[in-house]
């Protein structure tokens, strides 16, 4: 049974039992109390009838000396009180010892009041009768009888309905606390043993528990919590392997440079026969190689920042002209010293949201991959595109419909090169960081870093990239870049 539907049952009926056993016992002991009560009034009309005839004497209503009133004072006890009044209210005779007569005008009231009806209170019942002479009220005798085998069998009911209850609802906490234990206490002592064992790394043995509790969930799912983390941890020590392996590489491709800058250097400090021309091509590579380390440096520090900062960058409002002529310009000379053709063409007229440097960032290192792959007398073509503006012709054929799928609704930059292809299997996974083309590693002025940047760059304007390439043709990056939505008040 599910552990809700318990409760809910088991609070039902803490609740209803002692309600039930307190109406139970109280019904009881009032059908008790009634029946006493009826005997008590009996004994009590039987005790009235007795004295009647005697308080009835109209003598006893008239001034006389106390001696007169020995036979009353007879039939008075603890319980019993007799009390004599003239009409007018004066008392004659009171069985209690510490009355003595007096004038009472002004209980006149309330002497008259109730004539000739029992009352019944808690411990007494009052009788107050008129007695007459000749036709005329002469006095009125009031009877007060204690109710105190009453009272003390109420006290006795009551203590007994007490301990009854108390009794039982002590039972009934002690039953509910042993099922507690059994449906809660064990399974959760047993799952925090489970817990602790897999915190120590100690082997945990699943049992099997026939419950489809709640408790029995939990335990099912810490189960397969523990098959998860110990799956995800072993999937992350093949990935912290994995990131060894790229530190190993990472430093070796800054070790290569490093030995060459260091040996350039030694060379022109040392070597005096050196000619002019010499000493120029030796510096030339020294500043390439440490352009290409500084490269390296600044791609793993862009990367290390966007993995640790989810937050959007400060974008700025651009004109689509004037951002993409600036974007898709200063290629030409990197271009001109490999040999390389370059075309550029831009068709954007509207105004976009970007954060110019980072849009620079994504230019330059795709720029750069481009380059790199691409061989002297090859060529380059760079686009950027509005949605209503058709595709360039010089996309590739292979590509054609699938980009021009791909572009709907967003402003569309191509970077396209006639290098060798990437392969079909490393396409999808070449935007995961340090992850490169084949021999890539070996051309130099790369990190593996470049891609991956210009993934996460693109994604923090809302936008997207993806990767063509087939043999005989070459590669083809896009990059998709939504417009900006122009307000009604900006209207």
């Not at 552990?3 to 002991?29: D, E, G, N, Q, R």
């Not at 047993?190 to 120590?200: I, V």
């Not at 352009?291 to 651009?318: G, H, I």
């Not at 073509?381 to 054929?397: E, G, K, M, N, R």
Request: glycine residues 6%; proline residues 3%; aromatic residues 10%.
């Amino acid at each position: 049974m599910k552990i809700k539907y318990w409760l809910m049952i088991s609070y039902f009926l803490v609740m209803l039992l002692p309600v039930a056993a307190l109406y139970f016992l109280y019904v009881t002991i009032s059908n008790f109390d009634q029946k006493q009560d009826m005997i008590e009034f009996m004994e009590v009309n039987k005790k009235l009838i007795e004295l009647e005839p005697l308080l009835k004497d109209p003598s006893l209503y008239q001034s006389q000396h106390d001696a007169q009133y020995k036979a009353i004072q007879k039939y008075a006890s603890d319980t019993v009180k007799i009390s004599l009044f003239r009409s007018d209210g004066f008392m004659l005779f009171s069985s209690i010892e510490d009355s003595i007569p007096s004038w009472q005008s002004s209980d006149v009231d309330n002497l008259y009041k109730d004539l000739n009806v029992v009352q019944k209170n808690l411990r007494t019942y009052i009788v107050k009768k008129p007695v007459f002479a000749e036709g005329k009220p002469v006095g009125i005798y009031e009877l007060t009888i204690g109710r105190s085998t009453w009272v003390e069998g109420v006290n006795n009911r009551t203590l007994l309905l007490v301990s009854l209850f108390g009794g039982f609802f002590i039972l009934i906490y002690v039953v509910v606390v042993m099922l507690l234990n059994r449906k809660f206490n064990r399974p959760l002592q047993h799952l925090r043993s489970q817990m602790t064992a897999f915190a120590k790394g100690q082997t945990v043995q699943m049992e099997i528990r026939t419950g489809k509790d709640e408790i029995g969930e939990v335990l099912t799912h810490f189960h397969q919590m523990r098959a998860q983390l110990e799956q995800t941890q072993y999937v992350l020590s093949l990935q912290q392997k994995e990131k060894e392996f790229i530190v190993a590489a990472l430093s070796h491709d800054l070790k290569t440079p490093l030995t060459v800058i260091q040996a350039y250097a030694e060379a022109l400090q040392t070597e005096n026969k050196l000619s002019e021309k010499e000493r120029l091509e030796y510096r030339t590579i020294l500043f390439e190689k440490l352009a290409y380390m500084k490269q390296m440096l600044d791609d793993l520090a862009v990367y290390t920042a966007l993995q640790s900062v989810q937050e959007k960058p400060e974008l700025v409002e651009v004109d689509g002209e004037e951002f993409f002529d600036m974007l898709l310009s200063g290629y030409e000379q990197p271009c001109k010293d490999k040999g390389i053709s370059l075309d550029i063409f831009q068709c954007v007229q509207s105004t976009y949201d970007v954060n110019v440097k980072q849009m620079m960032r994504v230019m330059d290192n795709l720029m750069a991959n481009a380059i790199r792959h691409t061989d002297p007398g090859k060529r380059i073509w760079l686009a950027a595109i509005s949605p209503d503006t058709d595709l360039p012709d010089f996309v590739f054929p292979p590509f054609f419909q699938e980009v021009n799928a791909w572009r709907m609704g967003g402003t569309l930059l191509i970077i396209q090169n006639q290098g060798n292809a990437i392969p079909i299997e490393m396409q999808e996974s070449i935007f995961q960081p340090f992850v490169q083309g084949e021999g890539a590693r070996g051309k130099g002025g790369s990190s593996g870093l470049g891609l991956s940047v210009a993934k996460m760059l693109m994604e923090q304007h809302d936008g997207k990239i993806k990767l063509w390439s087939t043999a005989g043709y070459g590669t083809l990056v896009a990059c998709w870049l939504n417009e900006r939505k122009v307000t009604r008040n900006e209207d």
